[in-house]
């Protein structure tokens, strides 16, 4: 009975997530995104999903690992550096793209549970 009120639970928290607005990235500013933990996806231009993650600061994560980071700071820059073969691609790549987060409060511990959860469901291109 506890497994069938987690998964009740993740469900539901996925389709918040679904709900929420997507922004594209070139009109997206440092300030729209919240600092509070959360989980996040990043969009191909053909809205593919390209990316799920989660973190304990929704801004530090996105903008300035992801977005204005490099290979070193963010998995998914280092993942997008394999396939596009340079940063400067990568950063033309992730410009076009369109994301969607959602801060949420929970334990460490169960933010990650519901990232693996969005991973199985959702069946992002990068997430192993």
């Given at each position: 009975?506890?497994?069938?009120?987690?998964?009740?639970?993740?469900?539901?928290?996925?389709?918040?997530?679904?709900?929420?607005?997507?922004?594209?990235?070139?009109?997206?500013?440092?300030?729209?995104?919240?600092?509070?933990?959360?989980?996040?996806?990043?969009?191909?231009?053909e809205?593919?999903?390209?990316?799920?993650?989660?973190?304990?600061?929704?801004?530090?994560?996105?903008?300035?690992?992801?977005?204005?980071?490099?290979?070193?700071?963010?998995?998914?820059?280092?993942?997008?550096?394999?396939?596009?073969?340079?940063?400067?691609?990568?950063s033309?790549?992730?410009?076009?793209?369109?994301?969607?987060?959602?801060?949420?409060?929970?334990?460490?511990?169960?933010?990650?549970?519901?990232?693996?959860?969005?991973i199985?469901?959702?069946?992002?291109?990068?997430?192993?």
């Amino acid at each position: 009975m506890k497994f069938q009120k987690r998964i009740e639970k993740f469900s539901e928290i996925l389709q918040k997530f679904l709900s929420t607005d997507i922004f594209k990235v070139a009109n997206l500013r440092r300030r729209d995104i919240p600092e509070e933990q959360g989980i996040y996806a990043i969009y191909s231009p053909e809205n593919k999903l390209v990316y799920v993650g989660s973190t304990s600061n929704l801004r530090s994560r996105i903008y300035t690992n992801h977005l204005k980071g490099n290979a070193r700071s963010s998995t998914l820059r280092r993942k997008l550096v394999k396939r596009l073969k340079s940063e400067e691609e990568v950063s033309r790549f992730l410009e076009s793209c369109s994301i969607r987060f959602l801060a949420v409060e929970m334990s460490e511990r169960e933010l990650k549970s519901i990232e693996h959860f969005f991973i199985a469901i959702l069946n992002p291109l990068l997430n192993d």
